[in-house]
C-alpha cells in the first residue's frame, strides 16, 4: 500500500504543481506594478499554462497588425492579391507614431509585401493604414471568425477612418484600435507555430516575419541569446507584448496585456516594458523547468 502511494506521489503531473509555484513569484511582482496587468502563458510542447485575467477583454495597440498579416497572406494565397501589388505613399496618408514612411517621399511606390514587412518589422502605422486599405478592416475581422478567434477585433485603421462594424459597437469603441484577450493572442501564436493557419508553409513564413521584428523592449528582453517571434504595441498608458520564447527545453507562447498606468511615458524603460521583460523570464524558466 505504502508503494502504491508513493508511486502515485511521484507520477503526479509536474504542470499541476507549477501554477501554485509561479503564483508565488508573478503575484508579488504584478502587485508591486501601478496598473492593470492581463495575461496568459503557455508551453507549446507540454501544454502547461499560466494565466492572470487571461479572458479580460484588453486593448490591442499594434498587437492587432498580427490579424491584419494574417488577413495578407491569407488573401495572397488565395490568388486575390499579390506581393508585387502596388501601394502608394502620399502625404495624407502619412499617420504618426512608429515607423519610418513618414519619413519618406510622398508618391512613394511600394509592393504589398514591403507594407506588411515594415508593418511587422517596424511596427509601421502609415504602412499598416496602406495594407488596410488593401484589405479593410471588415475582411480582417471575418478572417478572425473563420479562424475560430472571436475575441480579436480590429476597430479602424490606425489614427482614424476605415472604421468596422465591429469599430461601430460602442463596447468596442472604447478600446481604440482593437480588442483582443490575452489567451486568443496565445492561441493565435500557437496555432501559427504548429502550422494551422492558411497551411504549414505560410505559418512558417508568418512566424519567421515575426523573428525579424526590430525591437525588444518588453518579453524576452533580458533574453538576447533566446530566439524570439514577437510583436508589441504601444499607447499612452498602455504596452502590450505578445510572442513566443524558443527556450531550450521548450517553446512558450506568451500574451501580456499592462494598462491603467499612471503617467503616459515615451520611454524603453516605461515600467510596463520592465515589468513585462521580468514577468517573461519568470513564465519561461517556469513554463519550462523539468
Request: proline share 3%.
Amino acid at each position: 500500500m505504502k508503494l502504491i502511494l508513493l508511486l502515485l506521489l511521484f507520477s503526479c503531473p509536474v504542470a499541476a504543481q507549477r501554477p501554485a509555484k509561479l503564483d508565488d513569484q508573478i503575484k508579488p511582482i504584478v502587485a508591486s506594478f501601478k496598473g492593470k496587468v492581463s495575461l496568459f502563458a503557455k508551453n507549446l510542447d507540454t501544454g502547461e499554462t499560466y494565466a492572470l485575467n487571461p479572458d479580460e477583454r484588453v486593448r490591442t495597440a499594434s498587437t492587432i497588425k498580427i490579424a491584419v498579416m494574417i488577413e495578407a497572406f491569407a488573401r495572397v494565397n488565395e490568388g486575390k492579391a499579390k506581393w508585387t501589388d502596388e501601394v502608394v505613399l502620399t502625404k495624407e496618408k502619412k499617420v504618426s507614431g512608429s515607423g519610418i514612411l513618414t519619413e519618406l517621399s510622398d508618391g512613394l511606390k511600394l509592393t504589398l509585401r514591403d507594407a506588411v514587412n515594415l508593418m511587422m518589422i517596424l511596427s509601421d502605422n502609415t504602412a499598416t493604414n496602406l495594407v488596410l486599405d488593401v484589405l479593410t478592416t471588415d475582411a480582417v475581422n471575418a478572417r478572425m471568425e473563420s479562424l475560430g478567434f472571436k475575441q480579436i477585433k480590429i476597430n479602424r485603421k490606425v489614427g482614424s477612418g476605415g472604421e468596422s462594424t465591429a469599430g461601430k459597437d460602442p463596447e468596442n469603441k472604447k478600446f481604440g484600435l482593437g480588442v483582443t484577450t490575452p489567451r486568443e493572442m496565445v492561441l493565435i501564436m500557437e496555432k501559427l507555430e504548429r502550422g494551422e493557419i492558411i497551411n504549414p508553409t505560410v505559418s512558417k513564413e508568418m512566424i519567421d516575419l515575426m523573428k525579424r521584428e526590430q525591437g525588444r523592449n518588453a518579453i524576452g528582453r533580458s533574453l538576447w541569446n533566446v530566439e524570439m517571434a514577437s510583436k508589441y504595441g504601444a499607447l499612452d498608458r498602455l504596452r502590450s507584448a505578445v510572442g513566443i520564447l524558443y527556450m531550450k527545453n521548450g517553446r512558450v507562447a506568451m500574451a501580456i496585456s499592462c494598462d491603467d498606468m499612471p503617467e503616459t511615458m515615451w520611454s524603453v524603460d516605461n515600467p510596463a516594458y520592465l515589468l513585462m521583460s521580468k514577468l517573461s523570464e519568470v513564465l519561461a524558466e517556469g513554463l519550462t523547468k523539468k
